[in-house]
C-alpha cells in the first residue's frame, strides 16, 4: 500500500499537524512540493487554489481540518465516543481561533516588540481571559487540558485535538518561551510528553521536519 503524500510548500504550517497525526498513527508520509501555477490553475487537484493536499490512495483531499479529522478517522485519533468527538472538535476550531490571531502577528505585525507585548496581554495572560479576544485564548485550551489530567486533552488516549494544541503551542513557545514556562507550566510538561511518543519523536528528530514555521521566517 502506498504512504500518503503530502503536497506544500516548504514550510510547516498547518501540514504539521497532518505529519503529526500520520507519524503518531504508526505510519509514514511523503512530500511533494507544490507547483504554484498549477495550484492556482488546477481545479481537479486543487478546488479552492490552496494548499495542503493529501493524495491517500484514490482519495484527493484539501482543506487543513477536513485532512485532519479524515487521519483522525483512519489512525483513530477522533476520540472513542461521541462526547469525545465533540470535545476534540471544539479544541480544534479553538486553536484556529488563536492561529488567526498568531497569523496577523506573524504577517501583518511581523513579531514588533509592541505588537507581541499586546499579543501576550490579550491572548495569554490569565487576568485577561475574560475580555474581548475574539474566543482566542490560551487559557481556554489550558482547561480542557487541567479537566482532563493533564497528559492529554480528551479522553485517556492521543487525539488530533492533542496534535493541534501541541502545534500552536510549539510555535508560540519559538516567541514566548520564558513567559510560558512561567505562566502555563503545565503546558510544557504537555508538550513534553507529546514529543516524547512513538513516531511524533522520531519525526521530530529527523530531517523531514523542516526547520521554517513561516513563509516569512519570522517566528
Given at each position: 500500500?502506498?504512504?500518503?503524500?503530502?503536497?506544500?510548500?516548504?514550510?510547516?504550517?498547518?501540514?504539521e499537524?497532518?505529519?503529526?497525526?500520520?507519524?503518531?498513527?504508526?505510519?509514514?508520509?511523503?512530500?511533494?512540493?507544490?507547483?504554484?501555477?498549477?495550484?492556482?490553475?488546477?481545479?481537479?487537484?486543487?478546488?479552492?487554489?490552496?494548499?495542503?493536499?493529501?493524495?491517500?490512495?484514490?482519495?484527493?483531499?484539501?482543506?487543513?481540518?477536513?485532512?485532519?479529522?479524515?487521519?483522525?478517522?483512519?489512525?483513530?485519533?477522533?476520540?472513542?465516543?461521541?462526547?469525545?468527538?465533540?470535545?476534540?472538535?471544539?479544541?480544534?476550531e479553538?486553536?484556529?481561533?488563536?492561529?488567526?490571531?498568531y497569523?496577523?502577528?506573524?504577517?501583518?505585525?511581523?513579531?514588533?516588540?509592541?505588537?507581541?507585548?499586546?499579543?501576550?496581554?490579550?491572548y495569554?495572560?490569565?487576568?485577561?481571559?475574560?475580555?474581548?479576544?475574539?474566543?482566542?485564548?490560551?487559557?481556554?485550551?489550558?482547561?480542557?487540558?487541567?479537566?482532563?489530567?493533564?497528559?492529554?486533552?480528551?479522553?485517556?488516549?492521543?487525539?488530533?485535538?492533542?496534535?493541534?494544541?501541541?502545534?500552536?503551542?510549539?510555535?508560540?513557545?519559538?516567541?514566548?518561551?520564558?513567559?510560558?514556562?512561567k505562566?502555563?507550566?503545565?503546558?510544557?510538561?504537555?508538550?513534553?510528553?507529546?514529543?516524547?511518543?512513538?513516531?511524533?519523536?522520531?519525526?521530530?528528530?529527523?530531517?523531514?521536519?523542516?526547520?521554517?514555521?513561516?513563509?516569512?521566517?519570522?517566528?
Open positions: 500500500m502506498s504512504r500518503p503524500v503530502i503536497h506544500y510548500f516548504p514550510i510547516r504550517g498547518r501540514a499537524v497532518l505529519r503529526l497525526a500520520i507519524v503518531a498513527g504508526g505510519d509514514d508520509f511523503d512530500v511533494v512540493d507544490v507547483n504554484y501555477q498549477e495550484q492556482k490553475s488546477d481545479r481537479e487537484k486543487y478546488p479552492f487554489g490552496q494548499c495542503p493536499r493529501l493524495v491517500d490512495g484514490d482519495l484527493n483531499i484539501v482543506q487543513s481540518n477536513t485532512i485532519a479529522r479524515y487521519l483522525a478517522r483512519k489512525y483513530k485519533l477522533q476520540g472513542k465516543d461521541e462526547t469525545e468527538m465533540v470535545a476534540v472538535d471544539e479544541i480544534m479553538g486553536v484556529e481561533s488563536l492561529r488567526v490571531k497569523v496577523n502577528l506573524i504577517y501583518n505585525d511581523k513579531l514588533e516588540e509592541a505588537a507581541k507585548d499586546l499579543y501576550w496581554k490579550t495569554f495572560d490569565k487576568t485577561t481571559s475574560e475580555g474581548r479576544n475574539g474566543g482566542a485564548h490560551m487559557v481556554y485550551l489550558a482547561n480542557f487540558l487541567a479537566k482532563n489530567g493533564g497528559k492529554h486533552t480528551v479522553g485517556a488516549g492521543l487525539t488530533i485535538a492533542d496534535l493541534c494544541l501541541w502545534e500552536i503551542l510549539d510555535l508560540h513557545l519559538r516567541i514566548f518561551e520564558d513567559a510560558i514556562k505562566e502555563y507550566p503545565e503546558l510544557v510538561v504537555f508538550h513534553d510528553h507529546i514529543a516524547s511518543q512513538p513516531g511524533i519523536k522520531e519525526y521530530l528528530a529527523s530531517p523531514k521536519r523542516l526547520a521554517a514555521p513561516n513563509a516569512n521566517t519570522l517566528g
